[in-house]
């Protein structure tokens, strides 16, 4: 942080306690005029496109909308490229180290992975994280690539993005080839005031007409961040408000009830809910909205049973519709407000209550792999996302509008969770309370084969007899230690395993240093069995 001043440190420090008082646009350019005072604030000259990955704040921590991406390749073909038209091509040094890199890294694989191809993966020489000017460059990036894309008008005759469609404008071309020029922000001001790129990327997305890009969910994602970062402000709800409706959101009028959802249905701290529904988005490439009348349904609708507020239900209403196709100018129109109505009626109680323990159920299913498999939610991500969708159409009996086209009882979503789910980790999950134990699980290729006729239960992913014996390691089988040095391999016997500590017990049998007492104790864990020991 040597390049950070005494006097720059204390002149932007003030100015960060100040955010809240004035306007995005105002704060910004405050900042950027201090920066330049200081000679801190850098400009690059055509900069490659290659050398570009999205800063993790931007657009609310949703960072780049794949589809809009390749929505804004094609609008700027159907205009004609520019480059003096670029203004907002701001950006920040990647940090050489620590955890900001790290973390600005992992966000940006998590959202590649998202994309399904519709984003570039990174190269290895990327420099900088774009806070302004972020989907033109995202695209101007992969288009070289020849990937798929959505947009027909970029399409070749095999769907993929045909690059000669833009390189017959020479400007698009120069864009692409060359690059253009960027004002750099120093990777330290980033790492010392992070609070500054979150505001940055709202004066930035409100100036490029933020209400194309910047959605609903990126509102409610928004709603979450401050929620944690005003926790123990007075009016902490109005200065939220403040904060988004100044962005020119095309959900603004809404906002409040948006807000509302987050604090009553969000998951706590985080918002964790907001964010799988936005995940789920991404991964169904949905461009949908919800529209003010089904969010209002949606947050305000009351269930006759009072005993629950039905907050996993409210979520797989709303990805009903935002992975539907069935829409009016955008606003999807599979579910609508009626259809919340009657499924929060008396007659619907044991509809709805069944709905919102099933997919209680699956979460936890979600989160007892995760502790025992290291299967992480994003794995799974997927199944999951369709397993909401599923319920949230069989409890308000609209399947046939669905993506599938078909009605499935309860009893079929749950069946079908297990083998999606199944085919994920590779081998039969089982869940006793649902009494689905039959899925067909179709092997990953390579993978070994697991035994037919047993089907792995929770129980079995917390039990460290089960996880030995599924890597080979049982009561009674001779091991040998793992060794690297060339040194001769004393050989052990797995005396017991405790399910309860999750220790395994192991007696040496054979070795070949008479000097050495033999060994007989227990190793912690039955991961460092494997790690250490081989059959």
Same mark, same amino acid.
Request: net charge neutral; hydrophobic share 40%; with cysteine.
């Given at each position: 942080?040597?390049?950070?001043?005494?006097?720059?440190?204390?002149?932007? &420090?003030?100015?960060?306690?100040?955010?809240?008082?004035?306007?995005?646009?105002?704060?910004?350019?405050?900042?950027?005029?201090?920066?330049?005072?200081?000679?801190?604030?850098?400009?690059?000259?055509?900069?490659?496109?290659?050398?570009?990955?999205?800063?993790?704040?931007?657009?609310?921590? +949703?960072? #780049?909308?794949?589809?809009?991406?390749?929505?804004?390749?094609?609008?700027?073909?159907?205009?004609?490229?520019?480059?003096?038209?670029?203004?907002?091509?701001?950006?920040?040094?990647?940090?050489?180290?620590?955890?900001?890199?790290?973390?600005?890294?992992?966000?940006? #694989?998590?959202?590649?992975?998202?994309?399904?191809?519709?984003?570039?993966?990174?190269?290895?020489?990327?420099?900088?994280?774009? @806070?302004?000017?972020?989907?033109?460059?995202?695209?101007?990036?992969?288009?070289?690539?020849?990937?798929?894309?959505?947009?027909?008008?970029?399409?070749?005759?095999?769907?993929?993005?045909?690059?000669?469609?833009?390189?017959?404008?020479?400007?698009?071309?120069?864009?692409?080839?060359?690059?253009?020029?960027?004002?750099?922000?120093?990777?330290?001001?980033?790492?010392?005031?992070?609070?500054?790129?979150?505001?940055?990327?709202?004066?930035?997305?409100?100036?490029?007409?933020?209400?194309?890009?910047?959605?609903?969910?990126?509102?409610?994602?928004?709603?979450?961040?401050?929620?944690?970062?005003?926790?123990?402000?007075?009016?902490?709800?109005?200065?939220? +408000?403040?904060?988004?409706?100044?962005?020119?959101?095309?959900?603004?009028?809404?906002?409040?009830?948006?807000?509302?959802?987050?604090?009553?249905?969000?998951?706590?701290?985080?918002?964790?809910?907001?964010?799988?529904?936005?995940?789920?988005?991404?991964?169904?490439?949905?461009?949908?909205?919800?529209?003010?009348?089904?969010?209002? &349904?949606?947050?305000?609708?009351?269930?006759?049973?009072?005993?629950?507020?039905?907050?996993?239900?409210?979520?797989?209403?709303?990805?009903?519709?935002?992975?539907?196709?069935?829409?009016?100018?955008?606003?999807?129109?599979?579910?609508?407000?009626?259809?919340?109505?009657? @499924?929060?009626?008396?007659?619907?109680?044991?509809?709805?209550?069944?709905?919102?323990?099933?997919?209680?159920?699956?979460?936890?299913?979600?989160?007892?792999?995760?502790?025992?498999?290291?299967?992480?939610?994003?794995?799974? @991500?997927?199944?999951?996302?369709?397993?909401?969708?599923?319920?949230?159409?069989?409890?308000?009996?609209?399947?046939?509008? &669905?993506?599938?086209?078909?009605?499935?009882?309860?009893?079929?979503?749950?069946?079908?969770?297990?083998?999606?789910?199944?085919?994920?980790?590779?081998?039969?999950?089982?869940?006793?309370?649902?009494?689905?134990?039959?899925?067909?699980?179709?092997?990953?290729?390579?993978?070994?084969?697991?035994?037919?006729?047993?089907?792995?239960?929770?129980?079995?992913?917390?039990?460290?007899?089960?996880?030995?014996?599924?890597?080979?390691?049982?009561?009674?089988?001779?091991?040998?230690?793992?060794?690297?040095?060339?040194?001769?391999?004393?050989?052990?016997?797995?005396?017991?395993?405790?399910?309860?500590?999750?220790?395994?017990?192991?007696?040496?049998?054979?070795?070949?240093?008479?000097?050495?007492?033999?060994?007989?104790?227990?190793?912690?864990?039955?991961?460092?069995?494997?790690?250490?020991?081989?059959?």
């Amino acid at each position: 942080m040597e390049r950070l001043s005494p006097e720059f440190r204390d002149a932007f &420090g003030q100015l960060m306690d100040k955010e809240m008082s004035m306007t995005s646009n105002e704060f910004f350019k405050k900042g950027m005029a201090i920066m330049t005072e200081h000679k801190l604030l850098k400009h690059a000259t055509k900069v490659h496109p290659r050398f570009f990955m999205t800063h993790k704040e931007n657009r609310n921590r +949703l960072m #780049l909308s794949p589809l809009n991406v390749h929505k804004k390749g094609f609008v700027i073909r159907s205009i004609g490229a520019d480059r003096k038209q670029l203004t907002s091509a701001l950006c920040v040094e990647l940090a050489p180290s620590g955890p900001t890199r790290v973390s600005n890294l992992e966000a940006n #694989l998590a959202l590649i992975k998202k994309a399904s191809g519709l984003l570039a993966p990174l190269n290895g020489e990327e420099l900088y994280l774009t @806070l302004g000017c972020s989907h033109t460059v995202a695209f101007c990036k992969v288009a070289p690539l020849g990937g798929p894309t959505p947009e027909k008008g970029l399409q070749d005759d095999n769907g993929n993005l045909d690059y000669g469609k833009l390189a017959m404008q020479p400007e698009y071309k120069a864009m692409i080839e060359d690059g253009w020029d960027w004002d750099v922000i120093p990777w330290d001001v980033d790492q010392m005031f992070p609070r500054f790129a979150k505001v940055v990327q709202k004066a930035l997305n409100g100036a490029n007409s933020a209400s194309t890009e910047i959605g609903e969910l990126d509102t409610a994602v928004n709603f979450a961040d401050l929620q944690v970062d005003l926790a123990g402000v007075a009016d902490w709800e109005k200065l939220a +408000l403040q904060n988004v409706k100044g962005m020119c959101m095309s959900c603004a009028p809404y906002s409040e009830v948006i807000l509302e959802f987050v604090k009553l249905y969000g998951g706590g701290p985080g918002a964790p809910h907001i964010s799988f529904m936005d995940s789920i988005g991404k991964a169904f490439n949905s461009n949908m909205l919800l529209g003010e009348q089904f969010w209002r &349904g949606l947050t305000y609708t009351e269930f006759a049973d009072k005993n629950s507020m039905y907050p996993l239900l409210r979520v797989g209403l709303g990805l009903v519709n935002l992975t539907s196709d069935k829409h009016e100018n955008r606003i999807a129109k599979c579910l609508i407000k009626s259809d919340i109505t009657k @499924l929060a009626s008396k007659n619907s109680t044991a509809k709805a209550k069944e709905a919102e323990q099933t997919l209680k159920d699956s979460l936890e299913i979600v989160d007892a792999l995760a502790n025992s498999m290291g299967t992480a939610r994003q794995d799974v @991500l997927q199944p999951l996302g369709h397993m909401f969708v599923r319920v949230g159409l069989a409890a308000t009996d609209k399947g046939k509008s &669905g993506p599938e086209g078909k009605d499935y009882t309860m009893k079929e979503i749950q069946y079908k969770f297990l083998e999606d789910i199944g085919n994920v980790v590779g081998h039969k999950v089982q869940f006793p309370k649902w009494d689905c134990t039959s899925a067909i699980v179709h092997q990953p290729v390579g993978s070994p084969q697991t035994d037919a006729t047993a089907a792995t239960s929770l129980h079995d992913h917390s039990s460290a007899t089960w996880l030995a014996k599924s890597k080979g390691f049982e009561v009674g089988k001779v091991v040998q230690e793992r060794v690297t040095d060339g040194s001769a391999k004393a050989h052990m016997e797995i005396i017991s395993i405790d399910d309860a500590t999750s220790t395994v017990c192991l007696k040496q049998v054979v070795d070949y240093n008479q000097i050495a007492a033999r060994f007989e104790g227990k190793v912690t864990t039955v991961r460092d069995v494997h790690g250490e020991y081989e059959l």
